[in-house]
């Protein structure tokens, strides 16, 4: 089945330091999500890239879809302790409907 | 305040009782969503709904069952709990099935004893 894999499962990083997470794919996706989730929080949508090769920025987030539409990456840079949290990418192929897996998410942490 | 409210917040339950977790939605999004959350293994899609009437299941459906009768309303059963269904339980919708911004409940924690 559908598989959508993500790295590093941790990372820990000093305030001012970059970091990236990995999501990988088995299977082409119709697009990919993003979202973080604050400790004892619920997920919160970040962005969708739905084109290949797609490139999005939010201030210091920078998202890539890759051009085989198999994978992304989320990269921050100079960290902040705001940044603490998981990400996760979740993907859908576009024949399963409805069907939208996240990969186990990225849990970062920033020491100040 | 719109969005998704879960209930119950957390719920302990002995082991083969039978449990629903009622999740609903005031944002008239056409599809919704459970999944459990273990640490370690991320967000796992229990069953969907890509509109009311509709129903799927996702990578972890045994165990569970999930109905849609309107657009609202999407509860969760457990018919016989288990110890491994053990977890928080967020449900979640989407104007658009497989697309678009999912929107979470604050979720519900499960412990199965």
């Known amino acids: 089945g559908q598989q959508v894999m993500q790295i590093p499962q941790y990372q820990h990083v000093q305030e001012g330091e970059d970091f990236t997470t990995y999501c990988n794919s088995s299977t082409t996706l119709s697009n990919i999500q993003w979202y973080k989730q604050r400790p004892g929080g619920h997920p919160v949508f970040l962005i969708q890239l739905v084109k290949s090769g797609e490139v999005k920025k939010q201030k210091r987030l920078t998202f890539q879809f890759g051009e085989a539409k198999k994978n992304s990456s989320l990269h921050i840079t100079a960290t902040q302790t705001t940044d603490v949290g998981t990400y996760f990418c979740?993907?859908?192929?576009?024949?399963?409907?409805?069907?939208?897996?996240f990969g186990q998410g990225t849990t970062l942490q920033v020491k100040p | 305040i719109a969005g998704i409210t879960q209930a119950p917040t957390s719920q302990i339950l002995a082991a083969g009782r039978r449990m629903t977790l009622r999740c609903t939605q005031d944002?008239?999004?056409?599809?919704m969503y459970w999944y459990r959350q273990d640490l370690g293994l991320g967000l796992r899609l229990i069953h969907y709904s890509n509109t009311a009437g509709t129903t799927g299941k996702g990578e972890v459906p045994d165990g569970y069952s999930v109905s849609r009768a309107n657009t609202d309303d999407f509860p969760l059963t457990l018919a016989s709990a288990v110890p491994s269904q053990t977890s928080v339980y967020f449900c979640?919708?989407?104007?658009?099935?497989?697309?678009?911004?999912?929107?979470f409940g604050e979720g519900s924690r499960l412990t199965v004893l």
């Open positions: 944002m008239r999004h056409n599809a």
């Open positions: 979740a993907g859908s192929k576009a024949s399963n409907t409805g069907k939208l897996i």
């Open positions: 979640a919708s989407s104007g658009l099935a497989g697309a678009g911004e999912l929107f």
